[in-house]
């Protein structure tokens, strides 16, 4: 029998529902739609000064500061840079600071909290004996550089703890015998993965507390007791770099019986280049690992797994745009044509995260007219800052146009690099831009710009901290130390690091995304309480930190702090051996032994603390 297939109604109505859904999609996922699409994911903290509480003109008057004396020598660059580190890590903490060279030490010490010595020649001081007697009292003195070898300091040595002195000798890096960087117990560093330290071989007495010891057991970090005080040294030469303030923090918290100090608490991560071109073609790693070209490597496994990193462990990514790579530093400045779905489709996503679009730059070229600047990095100097504006327009334009009345917060200069005609320039070109992320921790470039977290005149500057996919010893010793002493996690990666081969350590993806699976797991494991967010709330937040002076009372069974400009809302690292008890206008968190955050919730907290 013959049979003639008949296609029913139903099939047809799938069909055409199919070719509609088809259809739709394909709408929306054009650049006409996408870029139209509601901004939900765009979160801007308000800087309202109606909601900042002031302290009563009373109750500032009978406030006081506890107050640390720095002593340095002003003829030994070491002392000042030293002096400095820890001027700078105590400023963080708001702790009001005096520093006088070895000419001015004052007569008594007793006005002080703590004393800090930053230099070696301990012989030098006018006024030793009063320093011991300071101490004896119940003063704490902070040995911040190992002391120098002298058969005439016997008597001090024995008081610090030490009862034989050898030679200087370089230590095998540093194993932490304490959580004197926050979770960081047992963790052990090689030379090489730490900065430069040189030290003493001492031997000291079992009645002291180690801290910090080398590999091979030398005494880095210890305190005694000396009466009713006590006593903190620093057996070597390192602590005058920034990426060991934490080191400085975690001592003076030890030091000092019940320790209280706020941080900015932020975890930040940018991607630079992003959105920006795709290179086209293919990369031999990447192709022999996953069969496709560069962009769709980008679309269907990088970006994925940016992806699942973020949700896993709670990042909200910064992505810093670049237009163009091209290297035009004159006008008129050209718009390169490229794949502006992905694009918007990259951005669109970014801010549906949670995330934030930046600015990196029209191209890769940093704003500078100067160069010398620019010379080791093939780049081209700009020839005046009205080049440089006119280029910034271009891209604030081209970023408009695809995600309009979304306000552009946020500029890293491309490399790490900008002068004052940049700054000018951008200030101009782009006025909305209010946060300015370069570098914490000074390169070995000399024209890197580096930043501490503060504001000036014209930016907020929110500098990035530690970079890279790999996870490395030394990035971990950056992290931790930073945690420790203000509370922030900033990082920056670039989508193009695995196809360089010095960035990428000739490492494939598959290994470098595991390292940075691993990384970011780690620190949403040990740092939990890091508030993620974007560049432009944590620029917000910063200003707030930096607003608020703290004013704290200390008595034998609480602990009350006072916040003058109070914004709503502060956090503190609190370290004590005493157990917890009532509360008053805060939160409390474990977060390690015998260290807390304290979340403060009105101008005025009140912590009891039960022996």
């Not at 009292?137 to 058969?151: C, L, T, Y």
């Not at 030398?218 to 070597?236: A, E, H, I, Q, S």
């Not at 080191?247 to 209280?260: H, P, Q, R, V």
Request: hydrophobic share 35%; net charge negative; glycine share 4%.
């Amino acid at each position: 029998m013959d049979h003639k297939f008949k296609l029913g109604k139903t099939i047809y109505l799938v069909i055409l529902f199919v070719l509609i859904i088809g259809l739709l999609l394909g709408v929306f996922n054009s650049t006409y739609i996408l870029k139209y699409l509601p901004n939900q994911a765009i979160i801007s903290m308000k800087d309202d000064e109606h909601n900042i509480t002031r302290l009563s003109e009373e109750t500032l008057k009978d406030l006081t500061e506890d107050e640390y004396l720095i002593l340095f020598n002003e003829e030994d660059s070491s002392s000042i840079r030293l002096k400095d580190n820890i001027s700078q890590t105590l400023a963080y903490m708001k702790k009001k600071t005096t520093a006088v060279t070895l000419s001015n030490i004052p007569a008594s010490f007793n006005h002080y909290k703590n004393v800090v010595i930053t230099f070696e020649e301990i012989s030098a001081m006018p006024n030793l004996q009063s320093l011991e007697e300071y101490t004896a009292d119940g003063g704490n003195v902070f040995f911040a550089i190992r002391p120098e070898i002298k058969s005439s300091l016997q008597n001090l040595y024995r008081k610090l703890g030490i009862y034989e002195v050898g030679e200087f000798v370089t230590p095998n890096g540093i194993r932490l015998t304490s959580n004197v960087l926050i979770k960081q117990e047992k963790l052990t560093m090689k030379n090489g993965e730490i900065p430069e330290n040189s030290s003493l071989s001492v031997s000291i007495d079992d009645h002291c507390t180690i801290y910090a010891e080398s590999m091979d057991h030398v005494p880095l970090l210890w305190d005694t007791t000396y009466k009713k005080g006590k006593f903190m040294v620093f057996n070597g030469t390192m602590l005058e770099t920034r990426e060991n303030r934490g080191l400085i923090t975690g001592a003076f918290s030890l030091m000092n019986e019940d320790f209280i100090y706020p941080i900015i608490d932020m975890k930040v991560v940018y991607i630079d280049d992003f959105p920006a071109p795709i290179p086209e073609g293919k990369n031999k790693m990447i192709y022999e690992e996953y069969r496709r070209d560069t962009p769709s490597f980008y679309q269907d496994i990088w970006w994925p797994e940016m992806q699942k990193v973020a949700a896993k462990y709670d990042v909200k990514y910064t992505g810093l745009v670049i237009q163009t790579y091209n290297d035009e530093v004159t006008p008129p400045f050209r718009i390169d044509e490229h794949d502006r779905n992905t694009f918007v489709q990259f951005g669109r996503e970014l801010l549906k995260m949670g995330g934030e679009v930046g600015i990196h730059g029209y191209n890769h070229q940093s704003l500078t007219v100067n160069q010398n600047a620019v010379e080791d990095l093939g780049y081209h100097a700009w020839g005046n800052q009205a080049d440089m504006e006119s280029s910034l327009n271009i891209v604030e334009n081209y970023v408009k146009e695809l995600f309009p009345n979304y306000d552009i917060k946020t500029y890293v200069p491309p490399s790490n690099r900008i002068d004052q005609v940049g700054e000018a320039a951008l200030s101009n070109a782009i006025p909305s831009i209010n946060i300015l992320s370069s570098l914490y921790i000074p390169d070995s470039m000399e024209y890197s710009t580096v930043h501490e977290f503060d504001k000036g005149e014209t930016y907020i500057h929110f500098p990035r901290i530690t970079s890279g996919y790999e996870y490395t010893k030394k990035k971990r010793w950056t992290m931790a130390n930073a945690v420790t002493s203000i509370g922030v996690f900033s990082h920056f990666i670039h989508p193009d690091d695995i196809l360089d081969d010095s960035r990428s350590a000739k490492k494939k993806w598959s290994d470098l995304g595991k390292e940075y699976n691993r990384f970011m797991s780690d620190i949403h494991s040990n740092y939990p309480w890091l508030k993620s967010s974007t560049a432009r709330n944590a620029g917000m937040q910063l200003t707030h930190f930096l607003r608020t002076d703290v004013y704290i009372e200390e008595k034998k069974d609480r602990i009350i702090v006072h916040m003058d400009k109070f914004s709503g809302e502060l956090n503190f690292i609190l370290r004590t051996k005493k157990k917890i008890g009532k509360l008053e206008n805060c939160e409390v968190q474990k977060v390690d032994e015998d260290v807390y955050l304290v979340k403060a919730k009105k101008a005025t907290i009140k912590l009891r603390l039960v022996d």
